[in-house]
Nanobody, 115 residues
Framework: QVQLVESGGGLVQPGGSLRLSCAAS????????MGWYRQAPGKQRELAAT???????NYGDSVKGRFTISKDNAKNTVYLQMNSLKPEDTAVYYC?????????WGQGTQVTVSS
């Protein structure tokens, strides 16, 4: 029922930027918190950023100051603007929402930061 589809990943140089998008469908997007998480091979999935229905944001320590989460309720889309990218940011990035204590995830989009 709930569908989250990420896009915008790719290969970028260190110091470069990417903007990820997550298009949500079949949910009341404006009333749910949304988040971006990332997972590198062999590593735990970790929080990148979250945004509440009211627009309050939270960031993981590793990305704070470099990434910005935002949303467009009219487009039912949440974004993750990633600046000053580092090789350690390389991971699959997943869009997430939690509805009635159940987590929903997108398919993920690969971000690779390499020269």
């Amino acid at each position: 029922q709930v569908q989250l589809v990420e896009s915008g990943g790719g290969l970028v140089q260190p110091g470069g930027s990417l903007r990820l998008s997550c298009a949500a469908s079949r949910i009341f997007f404006s009333i749910y918190a949304m988040g971006w998480y990332r997972q590198a091979p062999g590593k735990q999935r970790e929080l990148a950023a979250t945004i509440t229905s009211s627009g309050s944001t939270n960031y993981g320590d590793s990305v704070k100051g470099r990434f910005t989460i935002s949303k467009d309720n009219a487009k039912n889309t949440v974004y993750l603007q990633m600046n000053s990218l580092k090789p350690e940011d390389t991971a699959v990035y997943y869009c997430n929402t939690k509805i009635r204590a159940v987590d929903y995830w997108g398919q993920g989009t690969q971000v690779t930061v390499s020269s």
